[in-house]
C-alpha cells in the first residue's frame, strides 16, 4: 500500500465494500451465529488486511480467500486461547470421564455448508446423494432421474467445483 494515506482508506474502503457482507456471513457462520462475536472477528480481518495490505497485493490468491483464511485462524486462536487458560499442569490426570470437544468439526462443517452453497443445484444434488445420504450411483440415479453416467460426471465436476469453492473460503490441503 502507498504511503499517501488518502489512497490508503480509498483501497480500505474499496476491499470493505467489495468483500465485507461476505465476510460477516462468514464471520456469523464461524461464531455460531453470535452477532456480537462475529462483529468483533470481521473488524480483527479488516484491521489484519489494513496492517497487511502488501501481503494483499502480493497474493496470488483471491483477496476475499485471504480475508476468511484470517477469520477462521481469528476463531481458532480465540477458542485455543480459551482452552489454553482452562488447563492447567497437575501431579496426577483427575479421574473423570472424557469429553469430545468438536469444535474443529463444526467450523469444518460451516466451511464445508458454505462451500456447497456455491454449487449449482445438479451439483450439490448429486453430492448429497452419493456422499452425505451414501447412496450408490444407481440408486442415486433413481432419485435424481437421470442415467447412472450423469450421476458420475456430476459427481466428478461437483467434487473439482467443490474444491475450487473450499479453497475460495480460505481451506488448504
Same mark, same amino acid.
Given at each position: ?11 480500505? @474502503?474499496?476491499?470493505?465494500? !467489495?468483500?465485507?457482507?461476505? +465476510?460477516?456471513?462468514? /464471520?456469523?457462520?464461524?461464531? #455460531?451465529?453470535?452477532?456480537?462475536? &462475529?462483529?468483533?472477528? &470481521? ?18 490468491? $483471491?483477496? %476475499?480467500?485471504? +480475508?476468511?483464511?484470517? &477469520? ?10 480459551? @482452552? $489454553? ?11 473423570? $470421564? ?12 460451516? *466451511?464445508?455448508? !458454505? ?6 443445484? =445438479? ?5 448429497? =446423494? /452419493?456422499?452425505?445420504? #451414501? ?6 440415479? @433413481? %432419485?435424481? #432421474? *437421470?442415467? !447412472? #453416467?450423469? *450421476?458420475? $460426471? ?12 473450499? !479453497? ?6
Amino acid at each position: 500500500m502507498s504511503d499517501n494515506p488518502a489512497s490508503a482508506a480509498a483501497v480500505m @474502503r474499496e476491499l470493505h465494500d !467489495e468483500h465485507a457482507a461476505a +465476510l460477516w456471513s462468514f /464471520c456469523l457462520h464461524l461464531t #455460531g451465529s453470535d452477532h456480537a462475536h &462475529a462483529e468483533d472477528v &470481521a473488524q480483527e480481518t479488516l484491521l489484519r488486511a489494513w496492517r497487511n495490505a502488501s501481503v494483499l497485493e502480493e497474493s496470488r490468491g $483471491s483477496v %476475499r480467500s485471504w +480475508l476468511f483464511t484470517v &477469520a477462521r485462524n481469528i476463531v481458532i486462536d480465540e477458542w485455543r486461547s480459551k @482452552r $489454553s487458560r482452562r488447563e492447567f499442569p497437575t501431579d496426577e490426570v483427575p479421574d473423570t $470421564s472424557p469429553t469430545s470437544d468438536r469444535t474443529d468439526e463444526l467450523l469444518q462443517s460451516w *466451511v464445508v455448508a !458454505e462451500a456447497l452453497t456455491r454449487l449449482s443445484e =445438479e451439483h450439490r444434488a448429486v453430492l448429497l =446423494e /452419493c456422499y452425505y445420504r #451414501g447412496r450408490s450411483v444407481a440408486e442415486a440415479s @433413481r %432419485r435424481l #432421474g *437421470v442415467p !447412472e #453416467g450423469t *450421476v458420475k $460426471s456430476r459427481t466428478h465436476y461437483a467434487l473439482r467445483s467443490l474444491r475450487l469453492a473450499l !479453497e475460495e473460503l480460505g481451506v488448504t490441503r
